[in-house]
């Protein structure tokens, strides 16, 4: 593996891809939409306009290729082999962690890295129950440990936790069961070395100030963070209207990024308290009459294809050697 160095800059890029769907049906799951012959007409050719719209955002994000991609919203490891693939992306030398996922629709997260850089020791899916009906079911949460060529450890959870489309209200404690599951496990590590280095990334749908986050995560603005705790490196950002989503004109932060204390007082591998940043790039956006601003373009609106990138903006973490 490469070796890093005092002074070296790496990227963490979490980006909510929406809808990377393949053409071809999974009896399994309901993606008959994402097919060439139903209502979106989902063909080849604008299978492969969503890999490089995608891929060029990837690539343009950071200084470089990010060493490390979180992704949500992907069908299934074909999708992300055809990604790294591009032209735009070939030479990044993404490995790539991925395990299927029960949603309905067939879509789950993902996280690639640079083998040249990071060694995967261990990952898992984490799957979730909800007691109050067990027939819901969600996305896994992705975990990854890896190290690097000096043998510093890092832990990873991607995220992309149950919808919003019922009401905030009515979907919270499906938001809070995830949350609590995830907690479980960062205690686990937490027990046995209680200065790892995690850091949590994901479309929550829940924002920095909602109680899944807030309370259950224990992720706030606050620094120094309590034992346990973790510093919401957008929390801040959402204060003074900054976001990654717009919803009916409202900017917000569904994604973010959350890191343990570990990662920005140790030595080693480091980040700050205002290393996040959104990539909003005008290529990116469209002009929204009705609201009167620029948002996110997507692939669609309603059924019709407009070939852009994602209803979500990505966001992109520095991280440095101290």
Same mark, same amino acid.
């Given at each position: !593996? ?43 050719? %604008? ?19 990010? @060493?490390?991609?979180?992704? @949500? ?6 999708? *992300? ?10 030479? @990044? ?5 991925h395990e299927d996922s ?14 040249? *850089? ?41 995220n992309h936790w149950p919808?919003? %489309? ?14 609590? %599951? ?18 949590? !990334? ?32 957008? @929390? ?21 990024? !959350? ?25 990116? *956006? ?30 992109? !973490? ?5």
């Amino acid at each position: !593996m490469k070796e890093i160095r005092k002074g070296d800059e790496l990227h963490l890029l979490f980006y909510n891809v929406e809808n990377l769907f393949d053409t071809l049906d999974d009896p399994f799951t309901e993606d008959d939409d994402f097919t060439p012959h139903e209502r979106k007409k989902w063909t080849n050719e %604008r299978y492969e306009e969503k890999l490089n719209n995608l891929s060029k955002v990837i690539a343009q994000a950071a200084n470089g290729f990010p @060493a490390f991609v979180g992704l @949500a919203e992907v069908e299934n490891r074909t999708v *992300l082999e055809d990604l790294i693939n591009t032209p735009a992306l070939r030479e @990044a030398g993404y490995g790539i962690v991925h395990e299927d996922s029960p949603d309905v629709r067939g879509i789950d997260v993902a996280f690639l890295y640079q083998k040249e *850089l990071f060694s995967v020791n261990d990952y898992k899916a984490i799957s979730i129950q909800f007691d109050f009906d067990p027939s819901i079911t969600t996305r896994d949460i992705l975990y990854i440990n890896g190290t690097f060529s000096n043998g510093e450890e890092l832990h990873f959870f991607v995220n992309h936790w149950p919808s919003r %489309r019922e009401g905030q209200l009515e979907t919270e404690p499906k938001r809070i069961t995830v949350a609590k %599951r995830l907690r479980e496990e960062i205690d686990l590590i937490f027990e046995k070395k209680s200065e790892s280095k995690v850091i949590l !990334m994901g479309d929550f749908n829940d924002y920095p100030y909602n109680k899944s986050i807030v309370d259950v995560l224990q992720a706030t603005a606050q620094w120094p963070q309590p034992e346990g705790g973790f510093y919401n490196l957008v @929390a801040e950002k959402e204060e003074i209207g900054d976001g990654t989503h717009n919803y009916r004109g409202d900017w917000g932060f569904l994604d973010q990024m !959350m890191v343990s204390p570990a990662l920005i007082t140790s030595e080693g591998l480091t980040t700050d308290l205002d290393s996040v940043k959104v990539v909003k790039e005008e290529w990116m *956006l469209f002009y929204h009459t009705r609201y009167r601003e620029y948002k996110p373009n997507k692939s669609y609106v309603g059924d019709n294809y407009v070939g852009g990138y994602s209803d979500h903006l990505p966001l992109v !973490m520095r991280l440095s050697i101290r």
